[in-house]
């Protein structure tokens, strides 16, 4: 029987979601957890991945599990809570139907990115802190520009193993929020270290140092190399996960 799992985790302790070698993941402490708690080994399958230092204030995963936890979830939920550390915290367990998928039935994942334009004591493990001006009125005509269907290897990792590289935006835009630049972003997909790299760029732009025409030539170059460097983790939250059903 398959169980989605609701999530969050504050990932400055972590290498990401996913699983690495020698490496300290989200991942690797639920399915840790999981299997100790229902004694049968368990391998989780997350939404997608999150790379490391960065965090997630809604996350899914799904496993399976050969008996029926239907009555149980909710004891399941709080020993989970009880087990795992302090910055991973599991919201809701259900029971879907076996043919669910956390990561290929999403139809849509939103991010945002936390800017600190003053200095913020008790923000600084969850905003990157730019203390010059920025022309926020240029980095939302770049944001913009970004909404569609493209083809994003310029704002992705090197040599990762996806198929394709074209992913749509449907949302993207700044605004302010307390003191914070907020840059929103949703889409059916990212691609790795996407949405920090398209951060660094519009701020670039934002600064004055890429001038706001050149990011159309930018998507077509297809090279990383070209745009910004990429906006540090801890600014970056994953909101969102959207699916076709309700569990």
């Known amino acids: ?12 302790n972590y290498h990401g979601w996913q699983i690495q070698p020698n490496a ?19 391998e989780t399958v997350g939404a997608g991945r999150t790379d490391t230092g ?31 550390p302090g910055d991973i915290a599991i919201h809701k367990i259900s029971q879907v139907a076996d043919t669910a998928h956390a990561r290929f039935d999403a139809t849509s994942r939103s991010y945002r990115y936390y800017i600190s334009q003053c200095k913020e004591v008790f923000q600084r493990d969850y905003s990157w802190a ?42 993207c835009q700044w605004y302010t929020e307390n003191h914070m630049l907020v840059f929103q972003v949703s889409a059916d997909r990212f691609l790795r270290n996407m949405v920090r790299a398209i951060v660094g760029t519009l701020v670039d732009i934002g600064r004055g140092s890429m001038p706001l025409q050149r990011l159309p030539e930018l998507l077509e170059s297809k090279d990383r190399s070209a745009a910004g460097e990429s906006a540090p983790a801890l600014g970056l939250f994953l909101d969102e996960i959207k699916y076709p059903y309700f569990f």
């Open 1 to 12: 029987m398959r169980y989605f799992i609701e999530l969050q985790y504050h990932g400055k």
């Open 130 to 171: 730019l203390y010059y001006t920025l022309d926020v009125n240029a980095m939302q005509q770049a944001a913009r520009m970004l909404i569609g269907t493209h083809d994003f290897t310029t704002f992705s990792k090197a040599h990762t193993d996806v198929k394709t590289n074209i992913c749509t935006i449907t949302d």
């Open 54 to 84: 960065v965090h997630a204030r809604y996350f899914v995963a799904h496993f399976d599990y050969p008996l029926d936890l239907n009555e149980q979830t909710l004891e399941l939920t709080r020993k989970l809570n009880r087990f795992l």
């Open 24 to 42: 300290r993941t989200v991942q690797g402490e639920l399915n840790e957890k999981l299997s100790l708690l229902l004694r049968h080994p368990i």
